[in-house]
C-alpha cells in the first residue's frame, strides 16, 4: 500500500510534522508574548532572538525532514537503512531549516531599519526561497548525492518557491478564518480594550494554518518531483510489494535478494543475491544478467532496454521506463514462440503471491477443489473447476469452464479456448497469474 500511495501518504506527514513542531514548541510561547510589536523595532515583527522561534525551527526542520526521508526510503531500502537515514535527516534538516527560517528574518530586519515598507514582503520572498530549498538540499545530502538527485532538487526548489507563496496565502486565509470563528480575534480584542499591548503571540493561529498548509505543498511537491523527474525508473509489477518502484539514479544498479543491493527483491524463490545489474551507457540504460532473466519472454544475458521492457526475474515481473527512447514496436520484443521452445522448455504459471507451476507439455485443470493440478484453495474467487490449461506441441490455450468470476488475458475476459504466449497475464477470478517459460 505504502509504495502505491506514497504520493498521498507524503504530503500527510508534512502536515502531520507540521502540527507536531507546534505542539513541541507551545511551551515556549511565552516568548512571543513577551514581545511587544513596535512599528519602529523592526525585530519586534519577528519571531527571530525568541525561545519559541528556535525551538519551532529546529523541530519544523527535523519532523518534516525526518518525515520525508522516511516516506521516500521505506520499501526501497532495507529497514536498518531507512532508520539510519530518517536520523540523519532530522538531524540535517534541523540545522538546515534553522539557518534559512533564521536567515528570513534577518533579512526582513535589516531591510526595516531601511526601507520599512517592503521589508515584510522581501522577508516573505527570501523565506519561500530559502526554506523549501533547504528542505531540497536536506532531502539530496541524505538520500545520497547524484546528478539526477540534484536535478530533482533544483525543480522542487524552484516549484517549492510558488507553492509556498500559494500555501502562505491560504494558510493567512484559512487562519483568520479560524481566529474569528474559534474566537481568537474577539479575545485578543478584549485584551487590545484593556489597554494590554499587542504582541507576536496574536499571530499564533495564523502561523499554525500557513505550517500545516506549507507541510502538505512542500511534501506533495517532493513526492512528485520524485515521481516524475527521473531518466529511467523500474517498478515492480508482479511480485511481492506490487508497485514498489526505484529511479535508476546510478550508474551501476544491482537487482538481487542480498540486502545491499540498489533494487532488493527479498523473500522470492529464484533470484540471486546477486541477480543482474541495470547499466546507464551513452546510448540508454542496458540490463546485464548474472542468473537466469527474461526480457519480454526472451531469456538474455545482456540487452539494450526500452520503454515498457518487462523483467521476469524468478516469480517477480520488473518494468522499466524511461523519458528517453522510444517503446519497442510489438514485433520487436515478441517472445519466441512456444513452437521454437519445445524441446527445451516448459510454461511456469508465476502467480503473484509467489506460487509457481512448473507446466510441461500437457493439459491442466484450474481451479479451488483440491483435485485440479493447478490446485488453488485459498482463492475463493475461484471456482471449483474454473477453467483449463492446456500445453501443446506448438501453442497453450486456455479454456474457461463457465466459471463464476471469469478468466481475463491481458485483462479482457476470454470464452472458449484462447491462445496465450509468455509474458502474458492471465487472471483466474482474482487470482493474477504471470505466464513465463523456463528451460
Given at each position: 500500500m505504502w509504495a502505491r500511495y506514497r504520493i498521498i501518504i507524503l504530503p500527510i506527514l508534512g502536515a502531520?510534522?507540521?502540527?507536531?513542531?507546534f505542539a513541541i514548541s507551545a511551551p515556549y510561547e511565552k516568548s512571543l508574548a513577551e514581545r511587544v510589536l513596535d512599528p519602529s523595532d523592526p525585530t519586534s515583527m519577528y519571531t527571530y532572538g525568541t525561545e519559541w522561534g528556535a525551538v519551532n525551527r529546529l523541530a519544523t526542520g527535523a519532523l518534516l525532514s525526518s518525515f520525508l526521508a522516511f516516506g521516500f526510503t521505506y520499501g526501497r531500502r532495507p529497514l536498518w537503512r531507512v532508520l539510519i537515514t530518517t536520523v540523519f535527516a532530522a538531524i540535517v534538516g534541523a540545522v538546515i531549516n534553522f539557518a534559512t527560517d533564521t536567515s528570513s528574518d534577518l533579512i526582513g530586519i535589516t531591510l526595516g531599519y531601511k526601507i520599512s515598507i517592503l521589508s515584510n514582503f522581501v522577508a516573505i520572498f527570501a523565506w519561500c526561497l530559502l526554506v523549501p530549498t533547504g528542505f531540497s538540499v536536506t532531502l539530496f545530502l541524505v538520500l545520497g548525492p547524484t546528478g539526477q538527485r540534484a536535478?530533482?532538487?533544483?525543480?522542487?526548489?524552484?516549484?517549492?518557491?510558488?507553492?509556498?507563496?500559494?500555501?502562505?496565502?491560504?494558510?493567512?486565509?484559512?487562519?483568520?478564518?479560524?481566529?474569528?470563528?474559534?474566537?481568537?480575534?474577539?479575545r485578543l480584542g478584549s485584551l487590545l480594550m484593556q489597554g494590554m499591548k499587542p504582541t507576536l503571540i496574536m499571530g499564533l493561529p495564523t502561523w499554525r494554518t500557513q505550517a500545516i498548509a506549507?507541510?502538505?505543498?512542500?511534501?506533495?511537491?517532493?513526492?512528485?518531483?520524485?515521481?516524475?523527474?527521473?531518466?529511467?525508473?523500474?517498478?515492480?509489477?508482479?511480485?511481492?510489494?506490487?508497485?514498489?518502484?526505484?529511479?535508476?539514479?546510478?550508474?551501476?544498479?544491482?537487482?538481487?535478494?542480498?540486502?545491499?543491493?540498489?533494487?532488493?527483491?527479498?523473500g522470492q524463490t529464484g533470484v540471486e543475491p546477486v541477480h543482474a545489474q541495470i547499466v546507464r551507457k551513452p546510448d540508454g540504460f542496458h540490463i546485464e544478467a548474472f542468473a537466469p532473466l527474461y526480457l519480454n519472454g526472451v531469456e538474455v544475458q545482456?540487452?539494450?532496454?526500452?520503454?515498457?521492457?518487462?523483467?521476469?526475474?524468478?516469480?517477480?515481473?520488473?518494468?522499466?521506463?524511461?523519458?528517453k527512447g522510444r517503446r519497442r514496436l510489438p514485433q520487436q520484443y515478441a517472445p519466441i514462440p512456444i513452437q521454437?521452445?519445445?524441446?527445451?522448455?516448459?510454461?511456469?504459471?508465476?502467480?503473484?503471491?509467489?506460487?509457481?507451476?512448473?507446466?510441461?507439455?500437457?493439459?491442466?485443470?484450474?481451479?479451488?477443489?483440491?483435485?485440479?493440478?493447478?490446485?488453488?484453495?485459498?482463492?475463493?474467487?475461484?471456482?471449483?473447476?474454473?477453467?483449463?490449461?492446456?500445453?501443446?506441441a506448438t501453442t497453450v490455450d486456455i479454456t474457461d469452464l463457465n466459471s463464476t468470476n471469469g478468466t481475463y488475458v491481458n485483462g479482457h475476459p476470454i470464452t472458449g479456448a484462447h491462445a496465450v504466449v509468455p509474458n502474458d497475464e492471465v487472471v483466474?477470478?482474482?487470482?493474477k497469474f504471470r505466464i513465463t517459460v523456463s528451460s
Open positions: 502531520l510534522a507540521a502540527i507536531l513542531a536535478k530533482r532538487a533544483l525543480v522542487a526548489s524552484i516549484i517549492g518557491f510558488f507553492a509556498a507563496f500559494f500555501a502562505q496565502s491560504v494558510g493567512s486565509v484559512l487562519g483568520t478564518i479560524g481566529g474569528l470563528t474559534g474566537g481568537e480575534t474577539h506549507i507541510g502538505i505543498t512542500l511534501a506533495f511537491v517532493y513526492a512528485v518531483a520524485d515521481a516524475f523527474i527521473r531518466t529511467g525508473s523500474i517498478r515492480l509489477i508482479l511480485g511481492r510489494n506490487e508497485y514498489l518502484d526505484w529511479a535508476l539514479d546510478y550508474t551501476v544498479m544491482r537487482i538481487g535478494s542480498a540486502e545491499g543491493n540498489h533494487i532488493p527483491i527479498r545482456e540487452a539494450l532496454l526500452s520503454p515498457g521492457d518487462q523483467l521476469n526475474i524468478g516469480p517477480s515481473t520488473l518494468e522499466f521506463s524511461s523519458q521454437t521452445q519445445v524441446a527445451v522448455c516448459h510454461i511456469v504459471l508465476i502467480g503473484e503471491d509467489g506460487s509457481t507451476f512448473h507446466l510441461p507439455p500437457g493439459v491442466y485443470q484450474v481451479g479451488r477443489d483440491a483435485s485440479n493440478e493447478i490446485a488453488l484453495a485459498s482463492q475463493p474467487s475461484v471456482s471449483r473447476h474454473h477453467a483449463t490449461v492446456n500445453v501443446g483466474f477470478g482474482h487470482a
